[in-house]
């Protein structure tokens, strides 16, 4: 979800990709559905393991959940790290609807940290 919400934040200012320390090998149908209610298609994205970036030009690595920041390694290059740990709604336990309540609330908390994030980049690109 981070993936997709901050692609679609930031535009072409940046270029986005995500990757995990333990990826479960697919992207959550819950993930999927709740993306597309915010009009965010994110059913072509695939689950990457964090050490496929070790050779490429990675200048900020943000992390998202759990330990993330702890297991996450520094890659060559490194300019910047931020880590915002949400929930991870795969964890979420009850109905459907509970589990659908997760994922909604933990998109939103997202997309309100990661637009503002972008909005920051933008802002510098513009000099102020």
């Not at 697919?26 to 298609?41: F, K, N, R, S, W």
């Not at 520094?74 to 709604?89: K, L, N, S």
Request: with cysteine; glycine share 10%.
């Amino acid at each position: 979800m981070a993936e997709g919400i901050l692609r679609v934040a930031s535009g072409e200012l940046l270029d986005i990709h995500s990757a995990g320390s333990d990826p479960s090998g697919y992207v959550h149908p819950l993930a999927t559905q709740v993306m597309a209610e915010i009009g965010i298609d994110i059913s072509a994205h695939s689950s990457k393991h964090m050490n496929e970036f070790l050779e490429r030009g990675v200048h900020t690595v943000i992390t998202v959940c759990g330990n993330a920041d702890q297991a996450c390694p520094t890659y060559p290059g490194q300019m910047a790290r931020h880590h915002w740990g949400f929930d991870d709604p795969a964890h979420a336990e009850g109905t459907d609807e509970e589990k659908l309540a997760v994922f909604r609330r933990v998109r939103d908390e997202i997309k309100k940290v990661f637009e503002a994030y972008a909005a920051g980049w933008a802002g510098a690109q513009r000099g102020g």
